[in-house]
């Protein structure tokens, strides 16, 4: 088992739509949570941290559930230039610094 | 602009080669680098961390001996893939700790052996 697991998509939306994005992570050890996006061929860029009272960004709303295991990230009013591969994130427990990345979750935003 | 360089972006070699990445932290001293790799549709894998002036720590599965790291200073990290070969062909990124804790990635290297 991966130990963060991600939806792969697809999504395909229209532009304005809302669209959420789940991610599991299997250490209930991990610490530390965070959402990139990454363009295609390009370096993942952080999104936004992730804290479990759930945290907001614009369009942008990111949710912890420890309990479950759980990471979701929101968009609102999605445009054009959201199309992207968003990866889920999480630092291990022995090193705050150490990243493991989910596969992503491919967004296609349509005219 | 970037604060963290990655050279070269884009690198095609003939299998058996070796070949150099370098990553760089252009305006801060990094304490800690890592090395990452990417296949097409996959998520980065960690590859090593590289802490200045020591050896650095592997990831199970990653071959040491292939994939040589050197950090000798706290701006510049380098990552050698020894004898390279198709399956090797992958995007490569570093990514580097500032003393604040903020992490900066490099821009990748597309490494292709023919």
């Known amino acids: 088992r991966k130990e963060v697991e991600q939806d792969p998509g697809p999504f395909n939306v229209p532009e304005g739509a809302t669209v959420a994005f789940n991610c599991t992570y299997s250490?209930?050890?991990?610490?530390?949570f965070f959402w990139y996006r990454q363009d295609c061929r390009k370096e993942p860029k952080l999104l936004m941290s992730?804290?479990?009272s759930g945290n907001e960004d614009g369009r942008f709303t990111a949710q912890l559930n420890r309990a479950s295991q759980y990471i979701s990230l929101l968009i609102r009013d999605s445009k054009l230039s959201d199309s992207a591969t968003y990866l889920c994130?999480?630092?291990?427990?022995?090193?705050?610094?150490?990243?493991?990345f989910g596969s992503g979750t491919r967004l296609l935003v349509r005219p | 602009g970037a604060v963290v360089s990655q050279h070269p972006s884009r690198v095609i070699c003939k299998s058996g080669t070796s070949v150099k990445i370098e990553c760089r932290s252009l305006?801060?001293?990094?304490?800690?680098m890592f090395w990452y790799r990417q296949f097409p549709k996959q998520s980065l894998m960690l590859m090593a961390t590289s802490n200045e002036g020591s050896k650095a720590t592997y990831e199970q599965g990653v071959e040491k001996d292939k994939f040589l790291i050197n950090h000798a200073s706290l701006t510049l990290s380098t990552l050698t893939v020894t004898s390279a070969h198709p399956e090797d062909s992958s995007f490569y990124i570093c990514s580097a700790t500032a003393r604040t804790g903020e992490l900066f990635f490099g821009e990748g290297s597309r490494l292709t052996v023919l």
């Open positions: 250490n209930s050890a991990s610490q530390s």
């Open positions: 305006d801060f001293q990094a304490t800690t």
């Open positions: 992730v804290y479990s």
């Open positions: 994130v999480v630092s291990r427990m022995d090193s705050s610094y150490k990243l493991i």
